[in-house]
């Protein structure tokens, strides 16, 4: 065993960034020795700010490197799978940023290139690695609150995304509600079976000529008949919204959002507190921190990865099961899908 | 117009006792005049807690009493539609507690004698007048959410009912989800067109074996576009679960459930609160006089009453389309019951 | 023993209405025989609304019927010691208004007056009755905290009371505070020994030209060696708060202030509420009713009264000696009070 | 202007180690060049994981650098004024633990030193920093609230230190109410002139066989008319409890207490959260943080800095007024110290 992971980064953008500062500043057990992005400036910039020695924009000279073990692919969606891949053959350990793909057959193909190569791939659903969820998810395992029999996810977004980026990103189900389909099968721990959807569009009348939806409630069946229900909306004027309920035979347990601060304000108007976080860095930061731990522990430790090819898989049939429902005005089972 | 109504109570039970409680000891613009129910001994120990003058076995004596106003309809529920059709010919005005009838056709036939009749009916709807969730409509009405887009109405029972009743309750979406879709109106303030059930029973096998569900989402299609659903259950561990959440263009609104005392109490164990209000009389007292105070004022200065026949008939017939959606295993348009 | 308790009510004001109409319309086991107020005309309407038999201007109509087993003694601070006394040779059951007097001498004597008739007498400190600090006295009681180190009471109003009534109102500490001495001795069922106090005017100029302070912290040192705070303003601008909060060796616990609904608005600009309920006749609605039970359960069933003489007088006795702290500007003992 | 600040640090005990790793790992702008502490292997160890270039058991070596820009000083307490001191003399600039000590005589000697040598000084109340305390502060600042004229603090440790460090540790009211004093002046923006203390010992005899107290009740007078009172205890069963209130003439504003995650479990016993943070290092982590930042940016861009010498003074003085108002039984003014 290793006392520490060489790392390489493929992708400096936002999450490539966050990804990189937290092996570099918090992971003693980490250390990342190449960046690559298309545009090199910013592998370059990247890579001075957090002293990682080489930078190219070249992803292939991260995986030709012999001192790396584990690459992190942070690139474009539409890179995910081929890097994934290609990664794979290289024989490096695999972190990739969720979607590995929007079709199933560019994710069977990356799968089964890691299922070859024996490398270990875990999935950035980072929301697991989320404090509150984590704890619902215990409650759940603990038996806390019994058999869970009903689960609600609130998911909504402060701000719709560019109308540009709705265009390519799948859909709303695919980009959006793909991580509430992951939340779902984790804090239930078991798989749907069956899902139905009604939607439309309340935001953005714009999001609706781009052929998307911005709100939507997604049925879930569960093969152990628990019911789910998933609310998704584009825009909370209130800010990120992110909560989850389960009723169970013995109890149930909900989450609050998170706040910036503790303090509670009350005067002629109103007892109010500030607005809860904003922006999915600031709500989920630590979870993007802890999903990192997870995997360079698995790595060093040869530990199973908690989030595996097979969760990146799933959530992708949800959601085009979801779009299918949308399409057909009719519950879709998930065996429909291919 | 007059200074106080004269009001007939038929039915000496639960509600009926409550509502003439109501009528006695806070409305001074309401007098009780007499009591019927089948069971005379109870008739005649609620008129004398409340000093009415009147108690009978026959609820006749109630409607051919030339000094009564109105009657409340408070018997067993197979009776509401006949008494409310009776009391319409004998000119009363009536409260009916919900519902009128199970059966579309007999709602039809007491509607009808009330519209011929020109007297008010009012439908005992009372979580309409439950602070909470007045708070909430207004919330809708003043346009302070915006727009609504999503609603989702949790209600769960703090235990299941019996079997016995269960059997001839007409099954939980008509004795139980039907409080959830009249509140599902009266919060959106517009008609659902379209329902979706998933259900189960995750509470009593028993429940089951008498042929009905004890565990449900009812996924609702607004008119105007908002997505609905309601969480159903029998059992809630910790008490009588009643929550609301809307949320619209410019915000969202909640609603939580009604607690005994205001104390937190933190050990080494956890920080914690006694369990909610457990008991639909406790949780929803206000409302109960308050439906009741509405009526009155309706009544006495011919005001519209604020939950109508058409608020009794609707819910039913969303109840029977749950029923069709469950057992057909599909969305069912409202249109398709009658 | 009787079955129900036949009660005069003297004073209808306030006070006295809420009372008359808690014991005709919620409480079967009493009968109010009479009301009497020096406005004879405020009597008359009482007894109307509430069915009353007798109005009269005098309160010795009601002290000498012999029907009558009880009185509340309603009518204006400054003829309560003189009523009670009265009273007590008429050898009526009293309960009183809080305070008996403003004087300990009159105190005194009301006392010795009621001992020597063998009446049970009542104090009006109704918060005790409150469903949240008797939640905290449970707690306190059964150990859930272990042993009481430190409390800390805030009791704010919303606004302060007209000048012309701070004149005579026997200032801050006998008129305000003595409501905390007694929820303080009730809460930790201990006696206190000694009070500091710190006072200013930070609301109304014109209360401080008045001679009386608007704005105080009161510690409190208790004989078991808890140490308690109260925090009293006579003016918060967000509405009446009355909380309280005990640690103890194994536990703490606090009570939250009631609000008029429980909604949750979230939109823009922050996640509030509406405001707590400003009035303290809706903030202790129950309480008022609570105690009336208590009481006309004491006598009919011949148990000790919940809150006594004893009761009436201690707080007295800290609201001088907060007062001469004040002046003095130093920690007095209770025992320096006559 | 520099880019960034050469750091040295002494002690590498348990706050030190907190600090080197914030400068290394999270911020840019500083560079640690030493480490230093008695215990050789220790300033080696922490050297090892941050990749500090030296570690030695002198800490002169650390002042003597000339590469060194600033020191942290994280020695044990009875080094800081003297380290202070000589740092001063060496024109490092500096960030100095709380207290400088505990004796005003040793603090204005430093202080002294200080002022002669023209360098900055930063003192360690990190609660300032924490997002809860700063948001109130802001509100104050703002006049959200009014003019303040009651403060509240609740500081209650999870648990008493051994008896061993109380011996040492000057007394509850230096070393642990100190924090509290400075938040009072922080919070109200206004110096305190008379403090009034109640104190006993109701969590460890031996605290008091020590000569300390454990639990306390600390009033203060601010010269702008504010009364303010600190409510201490040296162990909270439920966990530590850091929370503020401020009552202004426009409005109130109180904070909750940090947890562990947002999750709320409601079975049929209770409706209840995980305790709140325990351990002060994760209470208060963001706070460590953010005064370095603040810290290195005073030094960098010669501004003031937030937490100033004349800010370690005060306290002291409080905590040496309250230590006398016990022992005397009497309120103290602060001019009476000294």
Not at 60 to 76: Q, T
Not at 102 to 117: C, G, H, M, N, T
Not at 203 to 225: C, S
Not at 287 to 300: G, H, Q, W
């Amino acid at each position: 065993m290793k006392d520490f992971l060489n790392v390489g980064v493929i992708g400096a953008g936002r999450i490539g960034r966050v990804h990189t500062e937290t092996l570099t500043y918090r992971m003693p057990a980490a250390r990342v020795l190449a960046i690559a992005d298309v545009n090199l400036a910013a592998a370059q910039q990247l890579a001075a700010v957090c002293g990682v020695p080489k930078a190219t924009a070249d992803y292939r000279d991260v995986l030709n490197d012999p001192a790396i073990d584990a690459v992190l692919i942070c690139s474009g969606t539409d890179t995910h799978a081929r890097f994934t891949e290609e990664a794979a053959h290289a024989g490096k350990h695999i972190f990739c940023e969720k979607p590995i793909a929007q079709s199933l057959a560019e994710i069977d193909q990356a799968l089964a290139a890691v299922a070859k190569a024996g490398v270990k791939l875990q999935v950035g659903f980072n929301r697991r690695f989320d404090a509150s969820f984590r704890r619902v998810r215990d409650a759940v395992e603990r038996g806390e609150i019994g058999q869970p029999a009903l689960l609600h996810i609130v998911s909504r977004d402060p701000a719709p995304p560019p109308v540009a980026y709705v265009k390519i990103s799948g859909g709303m189900f695919l980009d959006m509600t793909i991580h509430d389909f992951d939340m779902a099968r984790f804090l239930i721990g078991a798989e749907v079976e069956e899902v139905y959807v009604q939607a439309g569009v309340t935001v953005d009348p714009a999001i609706g000529e781009a052929g998307d939806v911005d709100t939507a409630v997604i049925m879930l069946k569960f093969a152990n008949g628990v019911i789910g229900t998933i609310d998704n909306c584009r825009r909370a004027s209130y800010g990120y919204d992110q909560r989850v309920e389960i009723l169970g035979s013995r109890g149930a347990i909900s989450t609050m959002n998170n706040y910036p601060n503790g303090a509670v304000l009350s005067d002629g108007a109103s007892v109010r507190r500030d607005l809860p976080l904003n922006f999915f860095m600031d709500r989920y930061t630590e979870s993007f921190a802890n999903e990192l731990v997870a995997f360079v522990d698995a790595v060093l430790h040869d530990k199973p990865v908690p989030v595996t090819g097979s969760d990146a898989r799933v959530p992708v049939v949800m959601g085009l099961a979801a779009g299918k429902s949308y399409r057909e005005a009719r519950p879709v089972k998930l065996c429909e899908i291919q």
